[in-house]
């Protein structure tokens, strides 16, 4: 649209960022560029090359959540300049591997995308800054002290009703719970396993398997849908 403005990220291993911002939002300026990059280097370190070619755009723009992960073409609410801008910069862009090329099996599989993507952004930034990772982790447990819905309902209630509620207790029982029983690395390695192989389908069930593999722990009770 004409009321955009468009701003260079810079580039991370040959793709291009642009953030295509509206007037007054100020998250040109509160956004670091060389964050978002590394977020992405990080990103293709684990899981390989971004998927989408040569280019990532940040969109501002009116949108029901604060963020949205269209392959590609990356929704930013327009009041993100004072509400964790960079922290949703990071998730929707995990979103590019985890919930885009490999994506939901079914509908009830919600849950782990947005658990992966909140989790590696918790990694990123308790790689970068141990404050934000902490923050994050704090924000999860919020978060889950006022859900509706187990994070795999048994209840098949529609998406709109639960979805809200995968945002807490789902990252803190998929992986952080894991993390502090078995390492970092044997979480990162459960997601390598089933992220960044090209276009692909996601259950949870399979990403328990996954995970099961990599700790060498049966997570059935831990981890039943």
């Given amino acids: 649209g004409p009321a955009w403005t468009q701003r260079s990220l810079g580039s991370s291993g040959g793709v291009a960022l642009t ?4 007037p007054g939002t100020g998250i040109g300026d509160a956004l670091d560029a060389s964050h978002v990059r590394g977020m992405l280097s990080f ?3 684990r899981f390989g090359p971004y998927p989408y070619g040569a280019a990532l755009r940040y969109v501002v723009a009116p949108t029901t959540w604060a963020g949205f992960e269209h392959p590609g073409n990356i929704s930013l609410a327009q009041n993100l ?3 964790r801008l960079e922290h949703t910069v990071f998730h929707e862009t995990a979103h590019q591997w985890a919930g885009d090329q490999t994506t939901l099996a079914a509908t009830r599989d919600f849950v782990w995308k947005e658990a992966a993507a909140e989790y ?11 404050a934000l990772g902490l923050a994050t982790s704090e924000a999860w447990k919020g978060y889950a002290s006022n859900v509706d819905y187990y994070p795999v309902p048994l209840e098949h209630p529609a998406l709109q009703d639960y979805y809200g509620d995968a945002y807490g207790p789902g990252p803190m029982v998929l992986f952080r719970q894991l993390e502090a029983a078995f390492g970092r690395d044997k979480v990162l390695a459960g997601l390598k396993a089933v992220l960044g192989h090209g ?3 996601l259950s949870v069930e399979q990403l328990r398997t996954a995970l099961e593999v990599a700790t060498g722990a049966d997570l059935g009770v831990q981890m039943q849908a």
């Fill in 19 to 22: 953030l295509y911002d509206l």
């Fill in 43 to 45: 990103l293709a370190g």
């Fill in 81 to 83: 300049a004072t509400h």
């Fill in 120 to 130: 590696l952004t918790y990694v990123y930034e308790d790689t970068t800054d141990h």
């Fill in 199 to 201: 276009p692909n389908l």
